[in-house]
């Protein structure tokens, strides 16, 4: 019983953060916390369950990024640069994780959600363009960095992607704030054993202009190379319940598949407002469960 209960919330967690770049992280920690307060699996401390989301999703991104790959959709040049500031960012948080209990960390992780989902908000409808034109304001702005040459830190890096309706997207960030909002990204992702994307692709889409579909592919890249860090230092320090993650990784390498097959197809306003609906629910769960 056991057992099929974790393969179905891995499943759950794979396809939603997946689907949404959020690393399944979201799901399998207050699961696990509730199921275990319930009787239904052995009690965890939220230090065990942070541990154990963290191994398990280094198998969701690794799935999710293998699928994402196929299609193009992954921006590795930016994903590896996010790494230099989220993968320090996730020791210092797995670090930080010890200090809470389960009070406090339910009720922290759920204004945490909350005010993603705010902050997702606050991005305004982003301009559409034609392929062309969006590649030729890209050929611009990176001739206008040329001409006048800057440390590599802060020269501006300009993308450009085109979505399968032919509209093409410029965006762009300065190495130097992209890497401190990771490391911010990379805090969060080892405190609360959510891999860091609820933060990181809302950061994307609203600072950087990235297309929703780019932000939560390049998501699932960091969420990977993160949490291989993450887990590594809860590991260490014994926060890891085994028989829990070997329970939950086939069904969270299933649902990755799944909500990266759905991500495809889903038109990117849909995917931010399903972005914004899973972070709220969540939210609101955690702050009234930590209330009662």
């Known amino acids: 019983m056991a057992y099929m ?82 993968v320090p960012g996730a020791v210092v948080g797995a670090w930080v994780n010890n200090t809470l209990s389960v009070a406090h960390f339910s009720l922290y992780f759920g204004l945490f959600l909350i005010a993603m989902s705010l902050f997702l908000s606050l991005s305004q ?72 994307g609820s933060l990181m692709v809302p950061a994307m889409i609203v600072l950087f202009r990235f297309p929703p579909h780019v932000a939560v592919a390049t998501s699932m890249l960091m969420i990977f190379l993160s949490s291989l860090v993450g887990s590594t230092t809860h590991v260490a320090m014994g926060n890891v319940q085994w028989w829990f993650a070997l329970a939950l990784i086939p069904g969270v390498w299933i649902g990755a598949k799944t909500g990266a097959w759905i991500n495809k197809r889903m038109p990117s306003r849909m995917l931010v407002v399903v972005l914004r609906m899973v972070l709220v629910l969540l939210g609101f769960r955690l702050v009234i469960e930590s209330l009662s």
């Open 5 to 86: 209960l974790l393969l179905l919330i891995g499943f759950i967690a794979g396809t939603v953060g997946s689907l949404a770049g959020l690393g399944g992280g979201v799901i399998i920690v207050p699961a696990l916390l509730f199921f275990g307060a319930l009787g239904w699996l052995s009690a965890v401390t939220p230090q065990t369950a942070v541990g154990t989301s963290l191994v398990v999703i280094i198998f969701n991104g690794l799935s999710s990024t293998l699928s994402y790959m196929k299609d193009n959709m992954v921006d590795y040049r930016s994903g590896l640069l996010f790494c230099l500031g989220s």
């Open 125 to 196: 409808k982003k301009t559409k363009r034609s392929a062309d034109e969006a590649e030729e304001e890209g050929g611009k702005e990176e001739a206008e960095h040329r001409s006048r040459p800057a440390p590599w830190w802060r020269r501006r890096v300009v993308r450009t992607y085109t979505e399968r309706n032919g509209e093409g997207i410029v965006y762009g960030y300065h190495p130097a704030a992209a890497i401190a909002i990771a490391f911010v990204v990379g805090f969060f992702g080892g405190l609360f054993g959510i891999g860091g």
